[in-house]
């Protein structure tokens, strides 16, 4: 596998035409935006894991029939820092970086310093999201960083710090229909507590100040859910939206903040100041959009790590949660790049396998209900939430299909009620290695996959003239580790899952992330 995750890969800012097998639909025009990890190794100096490597940033660009691949490193100040040195002297999650044995005394005390609360990365390597007529690669820190979608090139570092009291931030925000971005931080001991802290950038901003572009400015924070508790804040991926509620799962996977703020010290990373505690409760928040206040009802399941929310929605008085989830935390420890070496099968088998699973909330049940009751009422699932003594609800799901991670769905569908699910597969290995599609009414899956191939998370694109949940196609980037295959782009019809056309570049492409496409209407000229 050193293919894929051993080196670093070569930048190409220039555009490169990709050689097209099969046909692409007329109405396919715009850019597939993609990020992830690039560069794991600066100067003698390597990165401990895979989700460490500094962000190269990749598209695909579509026009009148042809597609167009480009790639550059997002010019952050970590990169910067780095290269400069000629090795890795900005921290990140998995690698804790030190001063040089080179500096003096003094130097090396103020380095020390400078960690107690840690100044985190703008190695922006996780999404990318859309604001406004802007764009920006982001990660799970404080920062964010403005990109060109039609260059790639790296435009201004942006703290969420100066608009909203988060030390933390997802990296997978909602946009509602007018497109506005809503999205949920983690604010780490601030003014004696630690809340997770729900908030709203505006799709527009007044008139007068559009050539500011000052979306940011306008930030409003819709409501803040205080942590269980003050110095062990939940860690947390994602989180889900349907019409009326904002969905936050606590799970027992938390940040230890005291050693957190002591890790420099220790010679550990930020990485190890998590722990997954499994005789703990998950708390599901759900926070009316209206009173911006979390429900009455505490509402629990056991204890499980989740990263991906697929979806959720309403429907006749309760609340439709699907999630993947695995029963322990050991997948962020598969991806140390000591595990990713020629022992890789052996060092990789997955000990716990993602889940997707369906939890049911009860809204507005009768008070009076029995002890020990079933409080759900939908016949279209097996999912049961249990009234307790104390007036808790306890949930066990629904397991809807197992193997599948990095969901995705037709976006249109956000929040209502949805059928299909596109989503990559695993099995023995946390890296995968086939596209499904699932259909989580009939729970019947459809399959693509090809050898020496690994595909990158499916990304659907709806049909223009759409009258089905599923007309549209499936973007997906596909490493190989065949030296004779090169990688190329996927493009499968959403529907029947038959493969459509691929695009063949002639690069060692990266495996990436996530990421959006931008349909043509929505690209601005003036950034080409």
Same mark, same amino acid.
């Given at each position: 596998?050193?293919?894929?995750?051993?080196?670093?890969?070569?930048?190409?800012?220039?555009?490169?035409?990709?050689?097209?097998?099969?046909?692409?639909?007329?109405?396919?025009?715009?850019?597939?935006?993609?990020?992830?990890?690039?560069?794991?190794?600066?100067?003698?100096?390597?990165?401990?894991?895979?989700?460490?490597?500094?962000?190269?940033?990749?598209?695909?660009?579509?026009?009148?029939?042809?597609?167009?691949?480009?790639?550059?490193?997002?010019?952050?100040?970590?990169?910067?820092?780095?290269?400069?040195?000629?090795?890795?002297?900005?921290?990140?999650?998995?690698?804790?970086?030190?001063?040089?044995?080179?500096?003096?005394?003094?130097?090396?005390?103020?380095?020390?310093?400078?960690?107690?609360?840690?100044?985190?990365?703008?190695?922006?390597?996780?999404?990318?999201?859309?604001?406004?007529?802007?764009?920006?690669?982001?990660?799970?820190?404080?920062?964010?960083?403005?990109?060109?979608?039609?260059?790639?090139?790296?435009?201004?570092?942006?703290?969420?710090?100066?608009?909203?009291?988060?030390?933390?931030?997802?990296?997978?925000?909602?946009?509602?229909?007018?497109?506005?971005?809503?999205?949920?931080?983690?604010?780490?001991?601030?003014?004696?507590?630690?809340?997770?802290?729900?908030?709203?950038?505006?799709?527009?901003?007044?008139?007068?100040?559009?050539?500011?572009?000052?979306?940011?400015?306008?930030?409003?924070?819709?409501?803040?859910?205080?942590?269980?508790?003050?110095?062990?804040?939940?860690?947390?991926?994602?989180?889900?939206?349907?019409?009326?509620?904002?969905?936050?799962?606590?799970?027992?996977?938390?940040?230890?903040?005291?050693?957190?703020?002591?890790?420099?010290?220790?010679?550990?990373?930020?990485?190890?100041?998590?722990?997954?505690?499994?005789?703990?409760?998950?708390?599901?928040?759900?926070?009316?959009?209206?009173?911006?206040?979390?429900?009455?009802?505490?509402?629990?399941?056991?204890?499980?790590?989740?990263?991906?929310?697929?979806?959720?929605?309403?429907?006749?008085?309760?609340?439709?949660?699907?999630?993947?989830?695995?029963?322990?935390?050991?997948?962020?420890?598969?991806?140390?790049?000591?595990?990713?070496?020629?022992?890789?099968?052996?060092?990789?088998?997955?000990?716990?396998?993602?889940?997707?699973?369906?939890?049911?909330?009860?809204?507005?049940?009768?008070?009076? #209900?029995?002890?020990?009751? =079933?409080?759900?009422?939908? %016949?279209?699932?097996?999912?049961?939430?249990?009234? +307790? &003594? $104390?007036? !808790?609800?306890?949930?066990?799901?629904?397991?809807?299909?197992?193997?599948?991670?990095?969901?995705?769905?037709?976006?249109?569908?956000?929040?209502?009620?949805?059928?299909?699910?596109?989503?990559?597969?695993?099995?023995?290995?946390?890296?995968?290695?086939?596209?499904?599609?699932?259909?989580?009414?009939?729970?019947?899956?459809?399959?693509?996959?090809?050898?020496?191939?690994?595909?990158?998370?499916?990304?659907?694109?709806?049909?223009?003239?759409?009258?089905?949940?599923?007309?549209?196609?499936?973007?997906?980037?596909?490493?190989?580790?065949?030296?004779?295959?090169?990688?190329?782009?996927?493009?499968?019809?959403?529907?029947?899952?038959?493969?459509? #056309?691929?695009?063949?570049? =002639?690069?060692?492409?990266? %495996?990436?992330?996530?990421?959006?496409?931008?349909? +043509? &209407? $929505?690209? !601005?000229?003036?950034?080409?």
């Amino acid at each position: 596998m050193d293919v894929i995750f051993g080196r670093n890969k070569e930048e190409h800012p220039e555009p490169i035409k990709a050689e097209v097998k099969g046909e692409l639909p007329s109405w396919l025009q715009g850019i597939l935006l993609r990020n992830g990890p690039g560069m794991h190794t600066v100067g003698e100096t390597h990165y401990n894991h895979w989700f460490d490597g500094l962000a190269l940033v990749h598209s695909f660009t579509f026009k009148n029939g042809e597609v167009y691949y480009r790639s550059k490193y997002l010019r952050s100040d970590t990169y910067n820092c780095n290269i400069e040195a000629n090795r890795i002297v900005v921290s990140e999650f998995g690698t804790m970086a030190y001063p040089d044995p080179c500096k003096n005394l003094f130097a090396k005390a103020f380095c020390y310093l400078s960690h107690t609360i840690p100044e985190f990365t703008d190695n922006c390597l996780i999404n990318i999201m859309k604001t406004g007529e802007d764009y920006y690669a982001t990660s799970e820190t404080n920062f964010i960083r403005k990109i060109n979608p039609h260059t790639l090139e790296t435009l201004e570092k942006v703290d969420y710090t100066k608009y909203v009291a988060v030390n933390l931030a997802t990296s997978h925000p909602h946009y509602d229909s007018a497109g506005n971005v809503l999205n949920m931080g983690t604010s780490i001991v601030d003014k004696g507590k630690t809340k997770y802290v729900i908030f709203k950038i505006p799709s527009s901003v007044p008139e007068k100040e559009k050539k500011k572009k000052s979306y940011l400015k306008h930030l409003e924070v819709l409501c803040s859910i205080p942590s269980q508790s003050l110095l062990h804040p939940s860690y947390y991926h994602s989180f889900g939206v349907t019409e009326n509620y904002i969905i936050f799962v606590e799970q027992p996977f938390k940040l230890d903040i005291l050693k957190l703020a002591t890790a420099y010290f220790r010679g550990v990373n930020w990485a190890s100041c998590l722990s997954f505690h499994k005789e703990d409760k998950t708390w599901i928040h759900l926070i009316d959009k209206k009173t911006k206040k979390d429900i009455s009802t505490k509402i629990y399941t056991d204890a499980m790590v989740l990263f991906h929310h697929v979806n959720a929605y309403e429907e006749d008085g309760h609340v439709v949660i699907d999630v993947i989830s695995y029963p322990d935390n050991s997948l962020y420890q598969m991806f140390y790049l000591k595990n990713l070496n020629e022992d890789f099968t052996e060092n990789t088998k997955l000990t716990s396998i993602p889940v997707c699973k369906r939890f049911v909330v009860p809204l507005g049940f009768d008070k009076d #209900a029995e002890v020990g009751s =079933n409080l759900v009422k939908l %016949l279209s699932t097996t999912a049961t939430a249990l009234k +307790e &003594k $104390d007036g !808790n609800v306890y949930c066990q799901p629904e397991t809807l299909c197992e193997g599948i991670e990095l969901p995705r769905i037709n976006y249109d569908y956000n929040g209502k009620k949805y059928r299909y699910i596109y989503a990559t597969e695993v099995r023995w290995s946390p890296v995968p290695t086939k596209i499904a599609k699932v259909d989580v009414l009939t729970k019947k899956k459809l399959i693509w996959e090809e050898e020496h191939c690994w595909p990158a998370e499916p990304v659907f694109v709806p049909s223009p003239d759409l009258k089905e949940e599923d007309d549209g196609l499936i973007l997906s980037s596909i490493v190989t580790s065949d030296p004779r295959k090169a990688p190329f782009l996927l493009i499968l019809d959403a529907k029947t899952f038959t493969e459509m #056309a691929r695009a063949s570049v =002639n690069v060692d492409m990266h %495996l990436d992330l996530h990421g959006v496409f931008i349909p +043509e &209407k $929505d690209l !601005n000229a003036e950034h080409e």
